[in-house]
């Protein structure tokens, strides 16, 4: 927390000196419009200085550096302490202006010895200003503001401090250089500035991309090289203050000026030269952002040293140096070359884009207007045009940004589709990962993608197994996005695929090719991308599932249609046992020649016809249909007694049943469950018990009851009616069941109850389907 209080009160320090440095610049600068100078500036030692136009009359009649004013005017130029020889200068021609003379008599020392010059007044044109002054001021502004994104990016480490450095002491040459010549209010800062900006482009041509091997094993040089900077600052600063010249200090840091920029550009080509992959594709751009304005720089200072104009270069460096700040600081993010790890804010970088190109803007139309001899009011109704031209510019780069930077936006809409499509074609968990990686690697040039699925139950765990959880996750809804540096973390990016808060797979991706940074786009992407995934692995989860109970089923489906065939078959075993015990009592006393009675053949004949619509019912698959007609009970009660006569032996039915009450029902299935009933009847009954049937009227109709003196039902009462359920050491379970579906799907109910020492299995019939007599029955 400490550290990001000193990095903020830093960049706050920054930026106030640069406000005020900046804007003592702006208004010295501002007084020299259309002011009237003597065609040639001279530097505070009263020397000519290279600055200027070819136009200009000074450079006209042959004044050149190093030549030295002596004299204007009759006022003779002396040094004092804490005063500068120019003062005499500025002061005569000022006065010259004030009285209305036309021009000014000066004295030169010369390379040829000295000469008397009349230099004539004239205001300093609007181009000149702009190129010189106002054009300097929106570079350094560049410069700084190229400083302050290198601080707040990494503020500890090394190149961020070399560039931030060699940044800001360009911006302060920038800012003072101007003034250095005319109001003379900042030269000490200038001295500064030209004595720190060639040893700042020494370290950091050392230390760009990365630290060559002898900064590496002596970090000290780089201190070293910005305290001998230092040391020349303070000689140029002591003599001025004591009225000492400066032109042989100053002679110094040019010669360190032109070695430092020329080393510099020398120092990226043979970098270049020798890297390849990654490190060639980022030295290429860093040797195209800024070699060539550096080179052009070192060539104007070594012109000017010579006594050559340099203007022409002049023309080339100002837009190199405009362009320079600000594709440095491109190449910089781009290949994350300040180590920050951080991500590349979308919104942001348009903002920056957006005020550098309004700025590059202002410089060009402003030089054009000056060019074209507008005063200052005129230069500003410029800036509408101007505005409107670099609302242009704006959106041009705007759009050139998004494309080389946020190549992720672009990608958007296309991925997307693709990765809908390829999606809904794929129900494995294996296929969406494969999909997932082929459509990341397609957009994102990294060195891995790898989206590993979990299984269910890994998922519903809700956490991974084995794995080191990236440091400080950034909260995304219901996913974590993580970001780790390359020691804690194999991926430069982690992103966990949930689904209803459950973990259903990682998206893991490596280093950008050329270490470069993530941007915010990329994030927002790879989320949407995650959110499919998920949407798809919940979906392929699902689908298996579905598949897993739809084999369930169909398994559980052959089963119960097994089942049914054996219950089917079990029941009409249950059903052909009775006529057929029948039949073979009948057949063996027809052995013994005995005659058939009239009742038994009448049995045997209805036994038939049963047995035949049985068979006839097989063919289809439901439950044969109810044919109900009217029967009597007691006729009921008769044909399950014959049915079961070998069974009951001597015994015979308890029958309470009168002749008259009539009942509607099937009468083969009546008679089925009557026989079942009293089949378990005698079973529990033994042979010494006795069995029973007993009809009753009733309220809502009537009750069939059938009973027997056995010691009653044992077991689960309450699964007597189950198929398959029984207590009996031979028996099918089926008898019951038989019966109880049988007496349902007449629409009646049956319920077991032990009362008075008896087992009674009590069937409910309502009073539709009973009646007492045939009369009854026909009203």
């Known amino acids: 927390m400490r550290a990001i209080e000193n990095r903020r009160w830093l960049l706050a320090a920054i930026v106030l000196a640069a406000l005020v440095l900046g804007g003592l610049g702006i208004r010295n600068a501002l007084r020299w419009y259309e002011r009237p100078f003597p065609g040639v500036l001279v530097d505070p030692d009263g020397v000519v200085s290279s600055l200027g136009l070819p136009s200009w009359e000074g450079f006209q009649k042959g004044l050149r550096f190093p030549d030295r004013i002596v004299e204007v005017n009759g006022w003779r130029l002396e040094s004092t302490e804490g005063r500068y020889r120019a003062s005499v200068w500025d002061a005569a021609v000022e006065q010259a202006a004030r009285e209305g003379q036309r021009s000014v008599r000066a004295r030169v020392e010369t390379a040829g010895g000295l000469r008397d010059v009349e230099l004539s007044l004239a205001p300093f044109d609007p181009l000149a200003w702009w190129f010189y002054a106002g054009g300097l001021m929106v570079l350094a502004s560049l410069y700084v503001g190229a400083a302050l994104i290198a601080l707040s990016a990494s503020p500890h480490g090394k190149l961020a401090r070399a560039f931030a450095s060699a940044a800001l002491f360009t911006a302060l040459f920038q800012f003072t250089i101007f003034d250095y010549h005319g109001a003379r209010d900042l030269v000490p800062f200038f001295h500064v500035a030209y004595a720190l900006v060639p040893m700042s482009f020494f370290t950091l041509a050392l230390r760009l991309p990365d630290d060559v091997p002898l900064v590496a094993r002596y970090p000290a040089l780089g201190w070293i090289a910005q305290a001998l900077g230092g040391l020349l600052a303070a000689g140029l600063l002591a003599s001025h203050a004591v009225g000492w010249t400066t032109v042989g200090l100053r002679g110094v840091c040019a010669t360190l000026m032109v070695a430092s920029f020329f080393f510099f550009s020398t120092a990226l080509i043979a970098r270049f030269a020798v890297a390849e992959g990654d490190r060639r594709r980022t030295l290429r751009v860093l040797l195209l952002a800024m070699a060539p304005p550096h080179v052009v720089i070192a060539l104007g200072f070594m012109l000017a040293m010579l006594g050559v104009s340099a203007s022409l270069l002049a023309w080339f460096a100002i837009p190199a140096l405009a362009l320079t700040p600000v594709s440095s600081v491109v190449a910089f993010i781009r290949y994350d070359l300040w180590g920050s790890r951080a991500l590349l804010s979308r919104p942001l970088t348009r903002v920056i884009i957006a005020g550098m190109m309004v700025a590059l803007t202002v ?57 809908s499509e390829e999606l809904t074609l794929v129900t494995d968990p294996e296929e969406v990962a494969d999909a997932v990686e082929r459509i990341v690697a397609r957009w994102l040039p990294c060195e891995r993608v790898t989206f590993r699925p979990f299984a269910v139950d890994a998922a519903d765990a809700g956490h991974l197994e084995n794995e080191a959880r990236p440091p400080a996750p950034e909260q995304s809804g219901e996913r974590i996005i993580g970001l780790g540096p390359p020691e804690v973390s194999a991926s ?54 579905l598949e897993r109970r739809r084999r369930e089923q169909a398994a559980a489906w052959r089963d119960e249609r097994a089942a049914l065939i054996e219950t089917l078959a079990a029941e009409i075993t249950h059903e052909v046992r009775y006529p057929i015990n029948f039949f073979r009592s009948v057949f063996q006393r027809g052995s013994s020649d005995q005659r058939l009675d009239a009742e038994e053949v009448e049995i045997g004949c209805e036994e038939v016809e049963r047995l035949e619509r049985l068979v006839m019912g097989l063919r289809r698959v439901t439950h044969r249909k109810l044919e109900r007609r009217r029967l009597s ?75 027997d003196t056995g ?27 038989i019966t109880h579906r049988i007496v349902r799907a007449h629409g009646w109910t049956i319920d077991a109850e032990r009362r008075d020492g008896r087992t009674r299995f009590v069937i409910a019939i309502p009073a539709a389907d009973v009646s007492q007599s045939a009369e009854e029955e026909v009203a």
Request: a neutral charge; charged letters at 20%; one cysteine or more.
């Open 363 to 419: 410089i060009v139309c402003s030089a054009c207007a000056g060019y074209a001899g507008l005063p200052l009011l005129g230069a500003l109704k410029v800036a509408v045009p101007a505005a409107v031209v670099s609302a242009v510019l704006v959106v041009f780069a705007l759009g050139a940004g998004d494309r080389k930077l946020f190549p992720a936006r672009a990608e958007y809409k296309p991925t997307v589709e693709q990765l």
């Open 492 to 545: 430069e990016l982690s992103l966990t695929v949930m689904f209803r808060g459950r973990l259903l797979g990682v998206l893991e991706v490596g280093r950008k090719r050329g270490g470069a940074l993530f941007t915010s786009e990329d994030l927002d992407l790879l989320r949407t991308i995650g959110n499919q995934a998920a949407l798809a692995l919940a979906h392929a989860h699902s689908y298996a599932e």
């Open 633 to 707: 009970v007691e006729e009921l009660v008769s044909r399950a007694e014959m049915l079961l006569r070998d069974q009951l032996g001597k015994r015979r039915v308890e029958a309470r049943v009168s002749a008259t009450p009539r009942l509607r029902c099937d009468p083969d299935q009546a008679t089925q469950v009557l026989v079942n009933l009293l089949s378990n009847g005698l079973d529990a009954a033994g042979e010494v018990g006795t069995i029973g049937v007993t009809w009753t009227t009733t309220e809502g109709g009537a009750e069939l009851v059938v009973w």
């Open 711 to 737: 010691p009653g039902i044992s077991g689960d009462a309450a699964r007597i009616f189950a198929p398959w359920y029984t207590t009996k050491p031979g028996g099918t379970g089926l008898g019951l069941a």
